[in-house]
């Protein structure tokens, strides 16, 4: 502490002119792994929006930001499908397209690839991680010879299957709620096609209890992607999605896991990827095919959607398009997903802050007085730096630094 009032009393002596700046909603094309060709798609972000990860020119692919580099995780056909808030731990299959060798894998920061069990010899692949990083679902051959929805303790690096009782002979997850103990998937059971599933977990990982995810009145089958972070609402799609239309859904415990469909662009396909907290992302087509990607507000989501490239138009006013947000970082601030780059024209990943940053005089605390307070809070986060670090970051250049400081010093007294 003696230290920073000392680089305190040194910037009292500073004298000239204080720079302000400030960056709103950005978007940022993320690229691929070649100077021109090919194309990418981004999976999910980390909180700070520093790590997204997904696939490019048809590779696992980690987009660290933090150091402006892009990793190349599997030298093979391979995507990453979900990463930790923290961005420290992801989860990735190799084959995505080839359904006999599908292997499931982790990778860990800086750089850490590992397969899961029960690979590399049994087919697996996960869809889905906690933001802890501590579990994540997906799919795996169980010892009955059927593939069914699994479960990963990523720390204890064990796997568990699940099956609706009686007739389920297959099988995927795809969303994990945040404490590890609400699991959707959809799976195939003798007289009942295919639909969902939702499964409640004990502590231990059995089955507390389930139901099943229906899909809307006279359509045929449905798939959920997601679940909230509390486990109360699911999120997919509805319809044909092997052929014909299909159109994004919603399942909330509050209404009996019964179908919502929701809104969309008038095309006859569209899905919900994504969900957190009152934000739910997807895709949804216009009549004349093209996809645009979408949010929806759980509140209104069956009567309102959101083309998101109406919203940041001035964003994409190159020509550039957002195709599909494909999912949210756990603290809702930070979508990813795929779009066209009028810039090298071709489709890539994106990464869009929703948030952005507005500077401001020093009023760190925002109770309309700039003193101690707003001083203090600005020397304890000295030197720290990201994308996320809120008002101390006064000039949103971000790194909390002597700028910060003296900002606030100028200002010190104002509105007391």
């Known amino acids: ?23 709103g909603q950005t978007l940022i094309w993320l690229g691929t792994l070649t100077p021109t060709g090919g194309s990418s798609a981004a999976s999910a972000v980390s909180n700070d929006g520093m790590m997204i990860v997904g696939e490019a020119n048809g590779y696992a692919t980690v987009w660290n930001r933090a150091t402006n580099t892009v990793i190349q995780v599997y030298n093979g056909s391979s995507v990453l499908v979900g990463v930790s808030a923290d961005g420290t731990r992801a989860v990735g299959l190799k084959n995505p397209v080839d359904y006999v060798y599908q292997r499931a894998f982790m990778w860990q920061s800086p750089n850490n690839f590992e397969w899961l069990p029960p690979a590399p010899d049994r087919f697996c692949w996960p869809a889905d991680i906690t933001p802890s990083g501590s579990h994540a679902v997906g799919k795996a051959r169980a010892s009955s010879g ?21 007739d389920m002979y297959h099988g995927e997850a795809y ?50 992607r997601k679940v909230s972070g509390n486990g109360a ?3 997919g799609n509805t319809g044909n999605f092997w052929g014909g239309g299909y159109y994004p859904v919603m399942w909330r415990e509050a209404n009996n896991w019964q179908p919502e469909q929701l809104a ?39 009567t309102e959607v ?40 071709r489709d890539e990943a994106f990464l869009l802050d929703t948030q952005g940053c507005a500077s401001h005089n020093g009023d760190v605390d925002e ?20 994308a996320d670090l809120g008002r101390v970051d006064v000039n949103c250049d971000q790194v909390v630094d002597d700028a910060d400081l003296l900002q606030v010093l100028f200002s010190f007294g104002s509105g007391c």
């Not at 699991?183 to 939702?198: D, E, I, M, Q, T």
């Not at 977990?201 to 229906?214: E, I, M, P, R, Y």
């Not at 109770?367 to 990201?386: H, K, R």
């Open 306 to 345: 959101e083309d998101l490239n109406q919203t940041y138009a001035a964003l994409l006013s190159d020509g550039s398009r957002l195709s599909r947000a494909n999912g949210i970082s756990a603290n809702g601030r930070y979508i990813v997903g795929q779009g066209y780059n009028a810039a090298t024209g």
């Open 233 to 235: 609402i699911a999120v």
């Open 146 to 166: 059927n593939n069914l929805p699994a479960l990963w303790d990523l720390n204890a690096r064990q796997v568990r299957t699940y099956a609706v009782p009686g």
């Open 367 to 386: 109770n309309g007085c700039v003193d101690d307070a707003d001083l203090l809070a600005v020397l304890f986060a000295f030197g720290q730096s990201g």
């Open 1 to 23: 502490m003696r230290t920073r009032w000392k680089h305190l009393a040194g910037l009292l002596c500073v004298c000239g002119t204080l720079w302000m700046g400030a960056y």
């Open 264 to 302: 969309h662009l008038g095309g006859n396909a569209g899905e919900a990827f994504d969900i957190r907290g009152d934000m739910i992302v997807g895709f949804s087509a216009l009549p004349n095919g093209q996809r645009r990607a979408v949010r929806w507000r759980v509140s209104s989501a069956t």
């Open 175 to 224: 969303g994990i709620s945040d404490d590890a103990r609400t699991v959707v998937a959809f799976g195939h059971g003798s007289g009942w096609g295919y639909k969902g599933v939702v499964f409640r977990l004990n502590s231990d990982g059995t089955v507390a209890a389930w139901a099943f995810l229906n899909p809307v009145l006279g359509h045929y089958g449905c798939v959920p």
